[in-house]
């Protein structure tokens, strides 16, 4: 069982920055590949940033590259998101998740399905003004 708390969101200025937090519990975290999740009110929980379990993979929806880098300490059991020069298009909820799939090659392929996440966080809401 893996427990995961977001922090982090909060109202800031479009071009803004804000470093978002999961905090996971169990000694058996750095098997688990990790990902972040939004959704925006009224639509679909859509993908945002995955990383593998070494932290040598990373994976981002289009729309964030360049400007939102994930990582993760495995000493520990953190998991963050670096979201700069941020959009009011970020506006949304956004959820820290867990996979336990072991394949690098199947999760390389696979990252952005939330069926392979089988712990979720509650969610933290970040709001970008314009």
């Known amino acids: 069982q893996v427990q995961l708390v977001e922090s982090g969101g909060e109202l800031v200025q479009a071009g803004g920055s804000l470093r978002l937090s999961c905090a996971t519990s169990g000694r058996t975290f750095s098997r688990y590949a990790m990902g972040w999740f939004r959704q925006a009110l009224g639509k679909e929980r859509e993908f945002v940033a995955a990383?593998?379990?070494?932290?040598?993979?990373?994976y981002y929806v289009d729309s964030v590259k360049g400007r939102f880098t994930i990582s993760r300490d495995n000493a520990e059991n953190m998991v963050y998101l670096q979201m700069n020069s941020l959009k009011p298009e970020d506006t949304a909820v956004y959820y820290c998740?867990?996979?336990?799939?072991?394949?690098?090659?199947?999760?390389?392929?696979?990252?952005?399905?939330?069926?392979?996440?089988?712990?979720w966080g509650q969610g933290t809401q970040v709001t970008v003004s314009s």
């Open positions: 998740a867990a996979s336990p799939i072991a394949s690098p090659t199947y999760y390389s392929r696979n990252y952005y399905r939330e069926t392979l996440y089988n712990y």
């Open positions: 990383i593998n379990q070494s932290g040598g993979s990373t």
